[in-house]
């Protein structure tokens, strides 16, 4: 059990492009979250997955996001048309269902820089 | 809404002094309730969780208690070291088979822990 994993770490784009995320979560974990977190505040959750079926967006989750999650594995985060506003840390998150169903293991994250 | 609020910091505390970190939640049910920590450069991790009312969880010394009567889960340790330094984010989660788990958090206040 390696953990989440997210890539890249960093990313740095200019405004108006179009950027992508990738999440890999513990294995056996069937749920996935997104979260955005800025500077100096905690955590905001944006969508979630159970296996390849996403059951929850936020309403943060403007039309110019979109996730996945194919096959019920990995997890691709996509921001359209980047603007400034969306510079921020970008997380993901796993956990298993049943008892520990709402214990999560939080990647190392994604931080975008829109210049 | 749910909602959690957490005491401002900077914390700045001498190293074996005793830490208290306030946290106050408004939901709907009855929550899970944690405390996440972010030590500098890294994810975030959970410190402790506490699933009903009463529950005390407790982690590296750390320690708090679910009070529903207060709507509280304030974190406290005993004696803090300087690698405890991070910052502390209060966070909850709606239980229930229909409740996807999603995390709301506090907005996190760091602790300094000076030699």
């Known amino acids: 059990d390696t953990g989440v994993s997210q890539n890249p770490r960093h990313k740095i784009t200019k405004r108006g492009q179009n950027v992508t995320f990738r999440c890999d979560p513990i294995?056996?974990?069937?749920?996935l979250y997104w979260y955005r977190q800025t500077l100096g505040q905690g955590p905001e959750f944006l969508t979630y997955?159970?296996?390849?079926?996403?059951?929850?967006k936020s309403r943060l989750l403007s039309d110019r996001f979109s996730a996945e999650r194919p096959k019920g594995s990995f997890s691709t985060l996509e921001i359209q048309r980047t603007e400034q506003g969306d510079s921020a840390m970008y997380l993901c998150?796993?956990?298993?269902?049943?008892?520990?169903?709402?214990?999560?293991?939080f990647g190392p994250g994604t931080r975008l820089t829109v210049t | 809404g749910n909602s959690v609020t957490q005491m401002e910091g900077p914390v700045t505390l001498s190293e074996e002094a005793f830490l208290t970190i306030n946290c106050t939640y408004t939901?709907?049910?009855?929550?899970?309730l944690f405390w996440y920590v972010q030590y500098p450069g890294e994810g975030l991790q959970l410190l402790l969780k506490?699933?009903?009312?009463?529950d005390k969880g407790s982690n590296k010394g750390f320690e708090a208690t679910y009070r529903k009567e207060t709507t509280s889960f304030h974190l406290e340790k005993g004696s803090v070291q300087v690698s405890d330094s991070a910052v502390y984010f209060c966070?909850?989660?709606?239980?229930?088979?229909?409740?996807?788990?999603?995390?709301?958090f506090g907005q996190g206040t760091t602790l300094q822990v000076k030699p």
């Open positions: 506490a699933t009903k009312a009463d």
């Open positions: 294995s056996e974990h069937n749920r």
């Open positions: 939901a709907t049910g009855y929550p899970s």
């Open positions: 966070a909850l989660s709606e239980r229930g088979s229909s409740n996807t788990g999603k995390l709301i």
């Open positions: 998150a796993s956990s298993a269902s049943g008892l520990s169903a709402y214990e999560q293991y």
């Open positions: 997955f159970q296996n390849e079926a996403q059951l929850e």
